[in-house]
């Protein structure tokens, strides 16, 4: 069964974010640790991040949007599997950044020069204030914004990365996007009711939510579990401390999991 840290912290991302009364109660739509083995904590206190590594080997597609100044998650990943990482930032302090810090680098990490966003766009972004490293778009604008940090970098959508890099489906997507995640997802859910075989095949789904960057925060996040339902996916983790207010959820869907459903492996590209 869960640990009591697990399940008091499950316990308080469900009743915050399910309206009552409604059929976004996420306590009966969480995932069976006995099913699936324990997920597992990696990185630093700070960049680390729960998954389900019975889901993850050498030959699986990991993605990794939101890379900051901390890679630590994605290195062990490489370390423990043996696969490739995806890692996707263009912002300008992780620019800086990584330029300073890529010949420690594992070599299987694959640096992408893209964000992610709804659609393939010029996003426009800032630092919100208080902020130093994590860039935002403007619609996330509820405390405001730095002067002189404002920037327009280029994004992909997710079935474009995808096509890019040749990959029919995505075993593990890591996503500390600071307030894009609510778009994203219901863009997904948008391709999933418009045609289920057209929508990307993702297993596990990693992600820091940001409603503290919007007046309507809570409402974004209450439909961020809806359209997560929607999708198939399930929660397995739920994780806060003191070095990330925000906390991380993590999320699966088991009809899309390679390992488990190895017809999944053969999915044609779109």
């Given amino acids: ?23 976004q ?9 006995l099913a699936y083995g324990a997920p597992v904590r990696i990185g630093s206190q700070y960049g680390g991040w729960s998954y389900l590594p019975n889901f993850i080997d050498r030959h699986s ?15 062990e990943m490489i370390t423990k599997h043996k696969c490739d990482v995806h890692g996707f930032d263009n912002t300008p302090a992780h620019m800086a950044w990584y330029k300073q810090s890529k010949k420690g ?15 393939d766009e010029e996003v426009p972004m800032a630092l919100p204030k208080g902020h130093v490293t994590s860039y935002s778009n403007l619609e996330a604008a509820s405390s405001g914004f730095n002067s002189n940090s404002y920037v327009t970098l280029p994004a992909r959508s997710l079935q474009s990365i995808m096509a890019e890099l040749r990959h029919n489906r995505v075993d593990l997507i890591k996503m500390d996007v600071e307030g ?85 492996c053969d999915v044609p590209l779109v």
């Avoid at 069964?1 to 059929?23: E, I, N, V, W």
């Avoid at 996420?26 to 640790?33: D, E, K």
């Avoid at 597609?61 to 290195?75: E, K, N, T």
């Fill in 61 to 75: 597609v990991v993605y990794s949007f939101g890379l900051g100044s901390d890679i630590s998650w994605d290195m």
């Fill in 105 to 119: 680098v594992h070599k299987k990490f694959v640096h992408i020069e893209y964000l992610i966003s709804a659609s």
């Fill in 180 to 264: 894009a995640e609510y778009r994203i997802i219901s863009q997904w859910v948008s391709i999933f009711e418009a045609n289920k075989e057209k929508a990307p095949i993702i297993c596990q789904v990693l992600v820091e939510f940001h409603d503290r960057l919007f007046k309507d925060g809570r409402k974004r996040k209450w439909q961020f579990f809806a359209d997560m339902k929607t999708l198939g996916f399930q929660v397995f983790d739920v994780h806060f401390d003191g070095s990330n207010p925000d906390g991380s959820t993590s999320f699966v869907n088991p009809d899309n999991c390679c390992l488990l459903k190895p017809h999944v």
């Fill in 1 to 23: 069964m869960f640990t009591k840290h697990y399940d008091s912290d499950l316990q308080a991302s469900t009743r915050c974010c399910s309206q009552p009364g409604s059929s």
């Fill in 25 to 33: 109660d996420l306590a009966h739509n969480t995932v069976s640790r």
